[in-house]
T-cell receptor
Framework: AQKVTQAQTEISVVEKEDVTLDCVYE???????LFWYKQPPSGELVFLIR??????QNEISGRYSWNFQKSTSSFNFTITASQVVDSAVYFC????????????FGKGITLSVRP | EPEVTQTPSHQVTQMGQEVILRCVPI?????FYWYRQILGQKVEFLVS????????KSEIFDDQFSVERPDGSNFTLKIRSTKLEDSAMYFC????????????FGEGSRLTVL
C-alpha cells in the first residue's frame, strides 16, 4: 500500500521568510514518482514538480527547491523569500510504477503568507 | 501545451438527480482517472480506466458511480442519484503510459448537491 504523510497541517509565515513543507512517503515499488501540487483558493491543482525514484538530484526552480532523500523517504519542498501569492494548500503525492499507477495524495498543508 | 479539459466547471443539482461530469483527456494518453476532493479535505482516488474498462476503483466508487468513454474522446463520470455528501470537486486526470509519471489534471468540476 502507498501512503503519503504531510505532518504539518497549517503554516503561517511573514512575507520574505523561507518555509519548508515536509513530505514523507511509503511504497514498496522500486519505481515510483513523487509530485507536488499547489491548490490556490480557486481550486485547481497546479503542477509544481515530478521526480522519479531514480533521480535523487535536488532541484531548484526560481524560489522553489525540492530535497529528495530516498534514505528517509522524504521529498521536502522549500519556498525561499515567500510571497503573499504563495498562500495556498500544497499537496505532496505519490504514484507507483507499472500497473499501480494511481496517485495517492497527502492531506495537504495550508500555507498562509502574511504581508 | 496539451491539457485535460473538464465540463462543467460548476454544477448545482438537487439531491436524487443524475449528474454527468465530462472530461476530454489528452489525445494520445492511455490511462484515465477520476479523483474527488470534498471541501477542505484531501484529494481522493475514485477510479482508473484503461483499455475501455475499469482497472481499479476505490471503496468510494460504489454502484451510484459509473464511468465510460463513449466516443474515444470524452471520459465521463456519472452519478446516478446524487446525495448531499457527493458535493465536492471532481478532478479528471490522464496519463500517457505507466512508468512515465506524465500525469495531467483538469481544472476540476465543482458539484454542489442541494
Amino acid at each position: 500500500a502507498q501512503k503519503v504523510t504531510q505532518a504539518q497541517t497549517e503554516i503561517s509565515v511573514v512575507e520574505k521568510e523561507d518555509v519548508t513543507l515536509d513530505c514523507v512517503y511509503e511504497t514498496r515499488d522500486t519505481t515510483y514518482y513523487l509530485f507536488w501540487y499547489k491548490q490556490p483558493p480557486s481550486g485547481e491543482l497546479v503542477f509544481l514538480i515530478r521526480r522519479n525514484s531514480f533521480d535523487e538530484q535536488n532541484e531548484i526552480s526560481g524560489r522553489y527547491s525540492w530535497n529528495f532523500q530516498k534514505s528517509t523517504s522524504s521529498f521536502n519542498f522549500t519556498i525561499t523569500a515567500s510571497q503573499v501569492v504563495d498562500s495556498a494548500v500544497y499537496f505532496c503525492a505519490l504514484m507507483g510504477g507499472g500497473a499501480n499507477s494511481k496517485l495517492t495524495f497527502g492531506k495537504g498543508i495550508t500555507l498562509s503568507v502574511r504581508p | 501545451e496539451p491539457e485535460v479539459t473538464q465540463t462543467p466547471s460548476h454544477q448545482v443539482t438537487q439531491m436524487g438527480q443524475e449528474v454527468i461530469l465530462r472530461c476530454v483527456p489528452i489525445s494520445n494518453h492511455l490511462y484515465f482517472y477520476w479523483y474527488r476532493q470534498i471541501l477542505g479535505q484531501k484529494v481522493e482516488f475514485l477510479v482508473s480506466f484503461y483499455n475501455n474498462e475499469i482497472s481499479e476503483k476505490s471503496e468510494i466508487f460504489d454502484d451510484q458511480f459509473s464511468v465510460e468513454r463513449p466516443d474515444g474522446s470524452n471520459f465521463t463520470l456519472k452519478i446516478r442519484s446524487t446525495k448531499l455528501e457527493d458535493s465536492a470537486m471532481y478532478f479528471c486526470a490522464s496519463l500517457a503510459e505507466t512508468n512515465t509519471g506524465e500525469l495531467f489534471f483538469g481544472e476540476g468540476s465543482r458539484l454542489t448537491v442541494l
